[in-house]
Nanobody, 125 residues
Framework: QVQLVESGGGLVQPGGSLRLSCAAS????????MGWYRQAPGKQRELVAA???????NYADSVKGRFTISRDNAKNTVYLQMNSLKPEDTAVYYC???????????????????WGQGTQVTVSS
C-alpha cells in the first residue's frame, strides 16, 4: 500500500521559515499531482499549493510570493518552502497525492487521493 510521511513542521517566530517534506512510498510508478493542504482549528481544510508531475503549480492567494512548492519525481517527494510566515499560517499541514499509477504482479493500476498524517506548523512569538 501507499504511505505518505510528512516532516519538517514545528514552532517558528513570525517572519521565519520552515520547509516541509512529504515522501510517498509503496509500489509507485508515478504520481500525477501532489500538494499541501492545511486545516486551522475551527476551519475547513484548504489547499495551500499543488504541483503536477510536469511542474505546473497552483497556490492559494494567501501564500503567493511566500511559499514555494517543488517535487522530486524520482523520489516521489514533495516539498513546501515557507518563508515570511505569519501567525495566520498556523495549522496542521497535510500532504496529498492524487492519481497514482501503481504496479503489482498482475500489472499497473490507478489509485486516487492519498493523505499524510499531518504535521503541525505554529507561528508565534
Amino acid at each position: 500500500q501507499v504511505q505518505l510521511v510528512e516532516s519538517g513542521g514545528g514552532l517558528v517566530q513570525p517572519g521565519g521559515s520552515l520547509r516541509l517534506s512529504c515522501a510517498a512510498s509503496g509500489s509507485i510508478f508515478s504520481i500525477n499531482a501532489m500538494g499541501w493542504y492545511r486545516q486551522a482549528p475551527g476551519k475547513q481544510r484548504e489547499l495551500v499549493a499543488a504541483i503536477t508531475s510536469g511542474g505546473s503549480t497552483n497556490y492559494a492567494d494567501s501564500v503567493k510570493g511566500r511559499f514555494t512548492i517543488s517535487r522530486d519525481n524520482a523520489k516521489n517527494t514533495v516539498y513546501l518552502q515557507m518563508n515570511s510566515l505569519k501567525p495566520e499560517d498556523t495549522a496542521v499541514y497535510y500532504c496529498n497525492a492524487d492519481r497514482l499509477l501503481l504496479y503489482s504482479y498482475s500489472g499497473y493500476y490507478y489509485e486516487y487521493d492519498y493523505w499524510g498524517q499531518g504535521t503541525q506548523v505554529t507561528v508565534s512569538s
